[in-house]
């Protein structure tokens, strides 16, 4: 008897803050509620009636009724009222209590409840970065961040992309942030020669927004940081300090513990943090750190309103198999070549073609063809949108659309379904049995009855293996 499992593909998850939260355990909670910039992180991230229920309790020093706490809001909103003492409930901000007379009530956690206080209202230690320091004799204007920062960012684009040669800026990433985009299955390395690659998982990372894109990579090094002997409530902390501060503005390292200097150096080196020299003392936080975990922020789009325009349309995709890509962004060249030939190139235009052998090399790495399909969509030029494009729904010819998908169907000749093998039968009747039998439940997969095999599934192998059992026992 044997397991034979399907490798699956899954698809990029992009939890946002609460999700993260609600995967820690209570005693990691506690710890991390131990830092006023957390808890002032969680409170805004809370539902608006959740943040009403913390903000009515917060100054009660006893344990309120939950009645009392239904009674704050009318039964219309009932089930919104519920999925908020749900998140409360998930992120261990309140916790169940009973007070005189057996009557269920709520109480806010006391670590939590006096940390927010202490970030609504003052007071408590000051936050690390906000030690005094004499003015800078040459800040940084907000436009030169900007520019810094898209720049760094852009190098851990180049590098998936495996555009580390053609960056203009002529910059490569650390073996460190390699070894979080490998954590995150971003990308995969070979095991024949050790080279690193794309994943599906990465393809569908390139192509979320750029907030989505630092919070999802944040997290992911958040995940390993105490493998670097960093404390992950602290890195949090400081991550928080630095997404409520003002664009423009310098802070101070000064004061700070070693572990939290390595941690600014390696948000420096992806461009949340700006810093002339790594002893300089001075940081100025850039736009990709501000409220970097709200991800419907639009105060951190980088670049102007025409250069984003740019960006969001410059494809076009004739019925030829012909792809005009008018661009500069030698990024935006690199991802056509994952699943396109380049032809020509010229300052501001790239010529590609989509062959079948060019298509399947990206199914091969796990890309898929809606996800081809996708990006050609999301990156179509205005022209694209032509009246048959309204009522098809897609910009795209459909000649090209079909083709792409014929070509992932070529590949998916299979159905592979993670079962039980059974063999090795004494006789003819037992395997006869035990066949009919796990085909009468439905659960049969394959059998092949002059060599005496048969698959069940997964889920089926229990009733199965009992089945056999009594089977057995009974001797007939």
């Known amino acids: 008897m044997s397991v034979e499992s399907k490798s699956k593909f899954t698809n990029i998850e992009i939890k946002d803050f609460r999700q993260y939260l609600r995967e820690k355990p209570a005693d990691i909670l506690e ?5 006023s910039s957390i808890c002032l992180a969680v409170y805004r991230e809370l539902p608006e009636i959740a943040r009403q229920f913390v903000i009515r309790i917060l100054f009660v020093e006893q344990p309120v009724p939950q009645a009392v706490v239904a009674s704050w809001g009318s039964k219309h909103y009932a089930k ?49 970065m906000t030690s005094f320091m004499d003015g800078d004799t040459k800040p940084r204007e907000i436009s030169f961040l ?60 390139l192509l979320l927004s750029t907030q989505a894109q630092v919070w999802h990579f944040m997290l992911q090094y958040l995940d390993t940081c105490e493998q670097r002997g960093l404390n992950l409530a602290e890195c949090l902390s ?30 420096r080196e992806f461009g949340l943090v700006y810093q002339r020299r790594r002893k300089e003392c001075r940081f100025y936080p850039t736009r990709l750190a501000l ?42 060249t690199a991802l056509l070549t994952i699943f396109a030939d380049i032809l020509y190139r010229f300052p501001n235009l790239v010529v590609a073609v989509l062959t079948r052998e060019s298509v399947r090399q990206a199914f091969r790495g796990g890309i898929t063809a809606n996800q081809i399909i996708k990006y050609l969509e999301q990156y179509a030029h205005p022209d694209m949108y032509t009246e048959t494009a309204i009522v098809s ?3 795209l010819p459909p000649t090209i659309v079909d083709q792409i998908k ?16 059974y063999n090795q039968f ?13 085909q009468s439940i439905n659960v049969l997969v394959w059998q092949n009855e002059r060599s005496r095999t048969m698959v069940v599934t997964k889920n089926g192998h229990e009733d199965v293996k009992k089945f056999w059992k009594r089977y057995s026992k009974s001797g007939s």
């Open 406 to 421: 014929l070509w992932e169907n070529e590949r998916n000749r299979f159905t592979y379904t993670e079962g039980v093998v």
């Open 426 to 438: 004494l006789s003819q009747a037992d395997f006869i049995t035990l066949r009919d039998y796990a």
């Open 31 to 35: 710890k991390l509620y131990n830092y």
């Open 146 to 205: 900007d520019n810094y920062a898209k720049s760094r960012w852009s190098c851990v684009l180049h590098y998936m992309v495996g555009a580390s040669a053609t960056n203009p800026e002529g910059e490569g990433i650390s073996p460190d942030a390699v070894r979080i985009l490998l954590h995150a299955n971003l990308m995969k390395r070979d095991d024949s020669d050790g080279s690193v690659a794309i994943t599906r998982q990465g393809f569908q990372f």
């Open 80 to 128: 919104e009222q519920s999925n908020a003492c749900t998140v409360l409930s998930e992120l261990n901000v309140w916790r169940p209590a009973a007070i005189p007379g057996g009557l269920p009530a709520w109480e806010l956690s006391p670590t939590f409840k006096k940390n927010l206080k202490i970030a609504l209202l003052g007071g408590g230690r000051p936050w690390s």
């Open 238 to 267: 400081l991550l928080f300090q630095i997404s409520f501060s003002t664009l423009g503005r310098d802070y101070s390292s000064e004061g700070m513990s070693q572990g939290m200097l390595t941690f600014l150096q390696h948000l």
């Open 291 to 332: 409220n970097i975990s709200n991800l419907n922020s639009s105060s951190r789009n980088l670049g102007t309103d025409e250069d984003n325009a740019k960006e969001r349309g410059y494809i076009v995709v004739e019925t030829n198999y012909r792809i005009y890509a008018y661009t500069e962004s030698t990024l935006q």
């Open 393 to 395: 729904k897609s910009p």
